[in-house]
């Protein structure tokens, strides 16, 4: 059976090119049919804030590829609820369907995947 | 066991110096190391531009030489690397740059390099993630 991966997105999407690097590996995973899970943690979870408008400070809009997850199959999305509540985020707000998960869910998710990649 | 390193870091940072020493650790052990994978600013590490002071560590070097004299799978993301200018020869060539800073033993690949490398390794092992 294929080995779980895990990964934890914890960069903001317009801190550099992390978030849509983290996001790629998602991406890959899912074309290959592998099991991949992918969290918002910390300022990543400012990837899922809806109706943003990155061509203002001249980047390309990460909307579009986090809309493309479910079409590679990537279904297993998940935000910290504390990461949300410290930037005054509400589930409302987000642009996709994730599961808000506490401290307690955060550490079960973890145990749960057989890999984990954090960037 | 099988070992599967992937690196996020330029060779300035300790987490390039950690894993390096890391991976000879593994082979030292007598384990395996299946593929390492240098994604993100981890590709600077394999990049043969860097210039390092005399008396600091190079681990950029060190890391070639590495991989050269254990043959192993040193792969480079190559979405990673064309932007942040790390070109083997065939690349410098396609997008018409003056310089390749990335000969052997490195190789250039995509992202479905370090999910295979995961799925065959016991063990995927990350340095530098943020």
């Known amino acids: 059976m294929a080995k779980s991966l895990l990964i934890v997105s914890r960069q903001a999407p317009w801190a550099g090119p992390a978030a849509r690097e983290a ?6 995973g899912g074309a290959f049919d592998l099991p991949i899970g992918l969290l918002f943690l910390d300022d990543g979870v400012f990837q899922l804030v809806a109706g943003q408008q990155p ?14 997850l479910p079409l590679f199959g990537i279904e297993s999305l998940y935000a910290a609820r504390h990461s949300l509540a410290e930037r005054g985020l509400t589930e409302e707000a987000l642009s996709l369907p994730v599961q808000v998960l506490d401290d307690t869910g955060l550490a079960a998710l973890l145990d749960q995947y057989d890999q984990v990649i954090t960037l | 066991m099988k070992f599967a390193i992937a690196l996020f870091s330029p060779p300035h940072a300790p987490a390039s110096r950690r894993a390096l ?36 560590l190079d681990s950029a070097a060190e890391w070639r030489a590495f991989v050269s004299r254990h043959q192993l799978d040193g792969v480079v993301c190559i979405a990673a690397a064309l932007r942040r200018g790390v070109l083997n020869e065939e690349e410098a060539r396609r997008y018409e740059r003056d310089a390749a800073n990335l000969p052997a033993p490195w190789e250039l690949s995509g992202l479905g390099q370090l999910h295979e490398a995961a799925q065959l390794a016991d063990r995927l092992v990350c340095f530098g993630g943020n």
């Open chain 1, 55 to 68: 061509q203002r400070i001249e980047q390309k809009d990460l909307g579009a590829n986090l809309q493309a």
């Open chain 2, 21 to 56: 020493r890391f991976a000879q650790a593994v082979l030292d052990g007598g384990h395996e190391i299946v593929r390492l994978f240098f994604y993100q600013d981890g590709v600077h590490s394999a990049s043969a531009s860097v210039v390092t002071p005399q008396d600091e």
């Open chain 1, 23 to 28: 996001l790629d590996i998602a991406l890959a």
